[in-house]
């Protein structure tokens, strides 16, 4: 049976079945209940928040997934800054994980941030989840925490090759993220 599916930008009239379906993905992964919604609500208001980049994916006439971003930088050992991008929460409804939607969603917001001017995105999440739609180590890259570390966690894809030049960065996020 063929799927209609259509991904589009967020409506203000979506909010609440989005945060309902990050909490329904993130609910006790990792924190009891999870935080994952409430991020979703306050990110909006935010002015590092890309509403551009909000997207949710319909199945069928049904929201099942959303993805967001916000601005994030880095900080090279000079002092020099470069604007990128970080997503999540990125949320599908339980019963449809692991079966591409999720991918779909990244790979959309890909084309639409490098028309939007982006050339790179630092994320954190299950390497896993992620080394098949290109992430790749932060180390490889040589970007780390403000202190100095690379979490395993924290990896990073290029939207356009080779647009980072080879020097120390440190990465920082945006202050939406520090309810975390």
């Keep these: 049976m063929k799927k209609n599916i259509c991904i ?19 609910y006790n992964i990792y924190i009891p209940g999870g935080f994952e919604h409430y991020l979703v609500h306050i990110m909006r208001s ?8 909000d997207f949710v994916l319909e199945l069928d006439g049904q929201i099942i997934g959303n993805i967001m971003y916000t601005k994030a930088k880095l900080v090279d050992e000079n002092g020099r800054e470069k604007d990128i991008l970080t997503f999540g929460p990125i949320s599908v409804v339980p019963e449809y994980q692991r079966q591409g939607y999720g991918k779909m969603l ?28 290109g992430f790749k180590s932060c180390k490889r890259y040589n970007i780390c925490t403000e202190n100095g570390k690379f979490p395993a966690a924290m990896m990073v ?3 356009i090759p080779n647009s980072l030049e080879s020097k120390k960065w440190v990465y920082h996020d945006s202050p939406v993220m520090e309810i975390v």
């Design 8 to 26: 589009r930008n967020e409506e203000k009239s979506d909010y609440e079945i989005v945060e309902s379906i990050t909490r329904k993905a993130f």
């Design 46 to 53: 935010h002015e590092d928040f890309i509403s551009e980049l």
């Design 106 to 133: 990244m790979t959309h917001s890909f084309c639409r941030a490098v028309e939007l001017g982006y050339d790179l995105i630092v994320i954190f999440g299950s390497p896993m989840n992620y080394v098949s739609s």
């Design 157 to 159: 894809k290029e939207l």
